[in-house]
């Protein structure tokens, strides 16, 4: 039994399909109960603030989002009795607001990028409520590094990790996730990645996009830089026939950034893939466990090429999108 619905935040650890000679997984993060990454941050911003004494429940906050940390931090908040307010904005799709306002979020609508939606947040931080600032705080990349990069670590056992590739929004998750997987792959590749027209690592420049949760149009004081090995770009109509590739072909729903990062880990795995090894398949739903062969000697499992990424969402939040259509 678990003390609360915070308590079951985590994710498995999925093989998708992945060209010969390697192997591409995937943290599904759907399996979160808020349905995204942004639960794990939403929970450590809120307990070390808790801890440093910066809030209590019952007190008012505030946070900029595209959507995801909205959702979490509404999930949070409600569990943890505070007000919370969302300033999003408002080209996000119906489904976040109505995830939000479920959980008993206010909603506050902006026309205009992520830039606008942070400035309106600062000013209800000067009215009075309190902004937690996940382009900022280090809860943020460290709760990744806690959870997302330990499991990881646990999930692959005894393989070596060879690339993770992993969106770019706030930094949080490809920060601290990578952090703790270079730790223990330090020769493991890091892969940004971004949208082509805001590809503001590839540029130094911003643009326009409609991704959602990918591509801020600035670099977050959360992203380490340092980390990153190299960065890709994708077009989003080609992230969103990726979504729904992957949907049909595959059985995984998922919104339009992990689309984009499931093309550059297909694209890493081409690069470093051992055609003439026989990577084993994980024994599935379908396997009956003695009919599963061991590979011989753990040769071949070890020695195969392993490309992890991250799908941030469940393609449910993107239906009003005409994503799926």
């Given at each position: 039994m678990k003390g609360s619905i915070l308590d079951t935040i985590g994710s498995p650890l999925v093989q998708v399909?992945?060209?010969?000679?390697?192997?591409?997984?995937?943290?599904?993060?759907?399996?979160?109960?808020?349905?995204s990454a942004k639960d794990r941050p939403a929970l450590q911003m809120i307990r070390a603030a808790e801890r440093d004494g910066t809030i209590e429940p019952g007190d008012r906050l505030v946070e900029p989002t595209s959507g995801n940390t909205g959702i979490g931090l509404a999930l949070v908040c409600a569990a943890r009795?505070?007000?919370?307010t969302i300033v999003m904005p408002s080209d996000k799709s119906a489904e976040r607001r109505r995830i939000m306002a479920a959980y008993?979020?206010?909603?506050?609508?902006?026309?205009?990028?992520?830039?606008?939606?942070?400035?309106?947040?600062?000013?209800?931080?000067?009215?009075?409520?309190?902004?937690?600032?996940?382009?900022e705080n280090p809860a943020n990349p460290e709760a990744h590094y806690q959870t997302t990069g330990n499991e990881i670590v646990e999930q692959v056992g005894d393989r070596e990790i060879d690339a993770f590739v992993a969106g770019v929004?706030?930094?949080?998750?490809?920060?601290?996730?990578?952090?703790?997987l270079r730790e223990e792959f330090p020769e493991m590749d890091i892969v940004a990645?971004?949208?082509a027209?805001?590809?503001?690592?590839?540029?130094?420049?911003?643009?326009?996009?409609?991704?959602?949760?990918?591509?801020?149009?600035?670099?977050?004081d959360n992203l380490d830089l340092d980390l990153i090995d190299r960065v890709e770009t994708v077009?989003?109509?080609?992230?969103?026939?990726?979504?729904?590739?992957?949907?049909?072909?595959?059985?995984v729903l998922v919104g339009q950034s992990s689309g984009a990062t499931s093309l550059i880990s297909q694209q890493i795995a081409r690069e470093i893939a051992e055609p003439t090894l026989d990577c084993p398949e994980v024994p599935g739903a379908f396997d009956e466990p003695a009919a599963t062969p061991e590979p011989d000697g753990g040769e071949q499992l070890d020695d195969?090429?392993?490309?992890?990424?991250?799908?941030?969402?469940?393609?449910?939040?993107?239906?009003?999108?005409?994503l799926f259509d």
């Open positions: 399909d992945s060209p010969e000679g390697v192997t591409v997984a995937a943290k599904v993060e759907s399996f979160n109960p808020g349905g009795d505070y007000d919370l008993g979020a206010d909603l506050e609508l902006v026309d205009g990028n992520m830039e606008t939606a942070r400035a309106r947040a600062d000013e209800l931080e000067a009215e009075g409520a309190i902004q937690l600032g996940q382009f929004g706030t930094g949080g998750t490809i920060s601290g996730t990578g952090r703790r990645v971004e949208p027209t805001n590809a503001v690592l590839s540029t130094g420049e911003a643009g326009d996009d409609d991704f959602q949760g990918m591509g801020p149009g600035f670099v977050s077009e989003l109509e080609e992230a969103e026939a990726e979504c729904r590739r992957l949907a049909r072909e595959e059985g195969c090429p392993l490309v992890v990424t991250v799908f941030w969402d469940s393609g449910e939040r993107y239906l009003s999108t005409g």
